[in-house]
T-cell receptor
């Protein structure tokens, strides 16, 4: 696709339910990132995938959060037993290759609301 | 990652140059300075980046001090559509280092008509 695509754009769920958020990166981009942005706050790093390397999970806030990237392309962020503090915009970004000269392209995010 | 410091908010008159400062006093020799902006309800958008030389593209100019401890993003003729949160971040250059880009809270720039 032309850009990073995230779905759904909005998700409302009840406390305790599991949710899955999807990210389709730009074709050919080997690096994929997930960030979380709470209302009025900056971006909080969650997890980073690069090719076939083990992901950097250092930003995941608890073991309720997990992510996978299948076939080096689509990624799914799963939040189990959601809590109200999980409410935020979840942003996905990709870039063409490892290395800092390549800029990040962000999706428009998924607005998650936990009631 | 080196940390950055930005003013929380700034105003600029429409048509004037907007100069957004960023301090990164602990930056390492191989770390780049990146600028992104986030318009309301959208994901961040890349603006420009540089290592030590000044850079210019169709969106903005980036001025990096000689000691690399600070930089300024310049929007030469600000328009209302430039109202956004602007993030200054630094990232290591090594392909084998920490690849995550750490975003702070940025500067909320408001363009005044």
């Amino acid at each position: 696709g032309a850009g990073v695509s995230q779905s759904p754009s909005n998700k409302v769920t009840e406390k305790g339910k599991d949710v899955e958020l999807r990210c389709d990166p730009i074709s050919g981009h080997t690096a994929l990132y997930w960030y979380r942005q709470s209302l009025g706050q900056g971006l909080e790093f969650l997890i980073y995938f690069q090719g076939n390397s083990a992901p950097d999970k250092s930003g995941l806030p608890s073991d309720r959060f997990s992510a996978e990237r299948t076939g080096g392309s689509v990624s799914t962020l799963t939040i189990q037993r959601t809590q109200q503090e999980d409410s935020a915009v979840y942003l996905c970004a990709s870039r063409r290759q490892q290395g800092t000269n390549e800029k990040l392209f962000f999706g428009s995010g998924t607005q998650l609301s936990v009631l | 990652d080196a940390k950055t410091t930005q003013p929380p908010s700034m105003d600029c008159a429409e048509g004037r140059a907007a100069n957004l400062p960023c301090n990164h006093s602990t930056i390492s020799g191989n770390e780049y300075v990146y600028w992104y902006r986030q318009i309301h309800s959208q994901g961040p958008q890349y603006i420009i980046h540089g290592l030590k030389n000044n850079e210019t593209n169709e969106m903005a100019s980036l001025i990096i001090t000689e000691d690399r401890k600070s930089s300024t993003l310049i929007l030469p003729h600000a328009t209302l559509r430039d109202t956004a949160v602007y993030y200054c971040i630094v990232s290591p250059a090594s392909n084998f280092g920490n690849e995550k880009l750490t975003f702070g809270t940025g500067t909320r720039l408001t363009i005044i008509p």
